[in-house]
């Protein structure tokens, strides 16, 4: 998952990063102001955004309107310091899916944000079944067959993508644009490394094949 | 606490004012009737001594005595207790009424009225000496030609007419003042009735609802209409400040959660997971530095609450004679490491002798925010220029910059609290936009003024005019 986070406090803006990139594994981009907060929502395929209202150049609510205007469907999270029940109403009229006050509590705004994702994808549950396969999204956790499967952190991101979109087709492109973020040199032959290490630890034990490569186009999760 | 009423007050007032006149009344009618009726009674009395008195005759005989026409004497008189008593100098009494004391028998000379108690009933008695007999066909020489009347009637009837004024001048009084308690209630009721509305009105005003329309009635009465304009522009006054200051804490509030939140994810995202020492160590550091961040925004607040405290005269403070320039130099020289930061010099130019009463501390913090935020803007290689002069008896300091200069439309909410201009929050100038404002502030609270003056492109000048210390 990537995660673009609006925000003109650097030092608070790291923080958030350093704990989504942590604690739920995800990429994170930063934006300080809101005419980049636009630029990199309009030019990467974000999985969720994170926005403060308080923005030089583009104000927060602005940059949301701007966002919904263009057909953006990314879900958005809104950071403000306004807790007014006018002002969370306009945002969440002006297309915002969910607010936090500051200062808030980091786990909260994780949890928010897993929920926000999930519910992005068309998931409900935390954890996510294909099959026999379950991916607990809240501890980071794999289970086929009620048996553990240890992944690498790399791994798990590549199955939890794959996971929130059972049965769709995943090009090796866009596993590449939603695992990393802005300051990664990308590299394609690393995802078929992925991929294949994943395929021998979900197969372990003689079990059906779970991911289905598509030559030329992409990969697969299904039962 | 006793509560005191209009209505009972104005009621009180008017059934006294009521009772003393009707007392009045009395006290005037019952001395008018009894004068007006003594009078006639004293004519009366006058008339009948000398009617008894014409009733004595001389005899027809020398040496003889008066006679007394005692069958002229009107019977009715008599009955109603008339006494009277007829002497002639020298001869003694001539003739007397049936019934008579000696009580009655007055010493005196000439007319005299007298009042006299017999039995218990009062009498009203009349002496009247030197009345002349009639009967002037022959005056025989031997018996005076005057005589002396006494004559006494009761007064019972006096007193008794006298009480039935005084009665009846009382009773139309009470009807009267009873009318008047009743008309009186009811008219103030209706008088005090716009006040009431009035009381409704303003009982629906509260911190949400400052809409205040004086009732129409209270509009109409004279002694209301002050009132209700009084409470209109207070009310409006008292809403502009109170939303001055809701607007000033829910800006503070936001000033405030954006550092607790930077310093609370600091801790958390430390917490998440075990760290190497360095990485404790830096994010201390951070959160040290958050920590000092906060403090300043918390002692601007207060600063600006304290000098608005004292503009508002809720604090007291000595104050000195302060040279101007002293403070300037001060002022400049903290802020040389700034000015050497941004590659920006600062000049002065003072004049010597502008002495002004103040707190020098706060003159000096007034061009620390002044001087800071002209440094901040200057471009690099410009000079940033103070100028500490007189101007219309009054001190006047400039700070000039030649930075980017505040367009037009930003010019009149710069000493806006928190407010921060576009560029400034941008380039992380790491203001909380309070500085303005406290010297604005503390510049007010001293009588002066601050004025900007700014063009785009070549710069701001902070024109500040102080009162000056004469003596």
Redesign the interface.
């Known amino acids: 998952m990537r995660i673009l986070v609006v925000e003109?406090?650097?030092?608070?803006a790291a923080?958030?990063a350093?704990?989504l990139r942590?604690?739920a594994g995800y990429a994170v981009d930063i934006a300080t102001?809101g005419e980049d907060g636009l630029f990199m929502a309009e030019s990467n395929p974000y999985d969720a955004i994170l926005l403060d209202l308080?923005l030089?150049?583009i104000d927060g609510q602005e940059l949301l309107k701007k966002l919904r205007g263009a057909k953006q469907h990314t879900p958005v999270m809104v950071v403000t310091?306004?807790d007014?029940k006018e002002s969370v109403i306009a945002l969440l009229n002006a297309g915002a899916d969910d607010y936090l006050?500051?200062?808030?509590?980091?786990?909260e705004l994780l949890a928010r944000v897993k929920a926000l994702i999930r519910r992005g994808k068309g998931q409900a549950s935390p954890v996510l079944a294909v099959g026999d396969l379950e991916i607990n999204t809240v501890d980071r956790t794999v289970r086929r067959n009620q048996r553990a499967i240890v992944l690498t952190a790399m791994e798990y991101r590549v199955l939890e993508y794959m996971a929130h979109r059972p049965r769709a087709l995943v090009s090796k492109t866009e596993l590449l644009e939603h695992l990393y973020d802005y300051n990664w040199e990308k590299f394609s032959n690393v995802i078929e490394v992925y991929i294949s290490g994943l395929r021998r630890k979900l197969n372990k034990g003689s079990a059906a094949p779970l991911i289905h490569t598509y030559r030329g186009q992409g990969y697969v999760l299904r039962p | 606490m006793p509560t005191s009423s209009i209505r009972q007050r104005l009621i009180f007032t008017m059934v006294l004012t009521q009772a003393l006149l009707a007392a009045g009344l009395v006290f005037t009618g019952v001395y008018y009737t009894h004068r007006r009726l003594q009078a006639s009674l004293d004519a009366n009395l006058h008339a009948r001594a000398i009617a008894v008195g014409a009733l004595v005759r001389y005899p027809e005989q020398p040496h003889q005595p008066f006679i007394f026409e005692t069958g002229l004497v009107p019977a009715r008189d008599l009955a109603t207790g008339d006494m009277f008593e007829i002497t002639a100098p020298g001869i003694g009494a001539v003739a007397r009424s049936p019934r008579w004391s000696d009580d009655l028998d007055l010493r005196g000379n000439g007319k005299a009225y007298r009042k006299i108690k017999l039995a218990g009933i009062p009498y009203r008695v009349l002496r009247l000496e030197n009345v002349p007999v009639l009967d002037r066909e022959e005056e025989p020489s031997n018996l005076p030609s005057t005589l002396t009347v006494i004559y006494a009637t009761p007064e019972l009837e006096i007193q008794r007419q006298v009480w039935r004024a005084g009665f009846y001048i009382a009773f139309a009084s009470l009807v009267l003042l009873a009318v008047t308690v009743v008309l009186a209630l009811w008219g103030i009721r209706r008088g005090l009735s716009p006040l009431q509305d009035m009381a409704v009105e303003a009982s629906h005003i509260s911190a949400q609802h400052w809409d205040f329309t004086p009732p129409h009635e209270a509009e109409l009465v004279a002694e209301l209409r002050p009132l209700a304009e009084a409470m209109e522009t207070m009310l409006q006054r008292l809403q502009q400040s109170f939303e001055q200051q809701r607007q000033f804490l829910g800006n503070a509030a936001h000033e405030l959660k954006t550092p607790v939140a930077i310093l609370k994810s600091t801790v958390q995202s430390l917490l998440q997971k075990p760290r190497t020492s360095p990485e404790y160590q830096a994010g201390l550091a951070q959160s040290l530095e958050d920590i000092e961040r906060l403090e300043n925004l918390l002692q601007g607040m207060l600063r600006l609450a304290r000098a608005e405290q004292w503009a508002y005269g809720t604090l007291k403070r000595n104050l000195e004679s302060v040279d101007l320039a002293s403070t300037c130099e001060d002022a400049i020289e903290g802020l040389r490491g700034l000015a050497s930061a941004h590659h920006a010099d600062i000049k002065l130019d003072a004049e010597d002798g502008i002495i002004c009463r103040a707190d020098p501390e706060d003159l000096q913090l007034v061009w620390i925010n002044l001087l800071e935020n002209a440094v901040r803007y200057s471009p690099e290689g410009t000079t940033v220029r103070v100028n500490v002069g007189r101007s219309d008896h009054k001190a006047r300091v400039v700070v000039e910059d030649q930075g980017p200069g505040i367009p037009a439309e930003e010019l009149p909410l710069i000493f806006e609290r928190f407010h921060r201009g576009e560029a400034s929050r941008s380039r992380e100038t790491g203001g909380f936009g309070l500085g303005l404002a406290i010297a604005k502030a503390l510049i007010e609270a001293y009588g002066g003024s601050i004025t900007p003056e700014s063009a785009v492109g070549r710069g701001t000048r902070m024109i500040v005019h102080l009162p000056l210390n004469l003596n």
């Open positions: 003109d406090e650097a030092r608070l923080n958030i350093r704990s942590e604690s102001d308080m030089p150049r310091a306004r007014e006050t500051k200062p808030f509590d980091l786990g």
